[in-house]
């Protein structure tokens, strides 16, 4: 995450890494916004909005939340912070990764 106004960060979620994202960026004063498919509990939901994220509910499953953050990213030049990888885009999943494996 970034100070505002520098970035606004996009990921999708099925619950964990969204509730982070969201917490990180609070604690930054970054803008968060986070892409949840219909399976994520709301109770999911209400704790990234506990954070200030602004939520994105998705229709249909997880694969149609990735997509669709991705889409919306492409188009307003969002920055991504995604714990998967696809092709193209293995930098800061790699990152975070780091991250969570350190000791």
Request: charge should be positive.
């Amino acid at each position: 995450c970034a100070p505002k106004p520098a970035r606004l960060l996009r990921a999708r979620s099925a619950g964990n890494h969204g509730v982070g994202l969201a917490w990180g960026c609070k604690r930054l004063g970054a803008e968060c916004h986070v892409f949840l498919h219909g399976g994520v509990p709301e109770r999911q939901a209400e704790k990234m909005r506990d954070f200030g994220a602004t939520v994105h509910r998705v229709s249909g499953n997880y694969e149609a939340s990735v997509e669709e953050c991705k889409r919306r990213s492409a188009e307003e030049q969002w920055q991504i912070v995604q714990d998967v990888s696809w092709e193209g885009y293995t930098q800061i999943p790699k990152d975070i990764f780091s991250g969570v494996t350190r000791r």
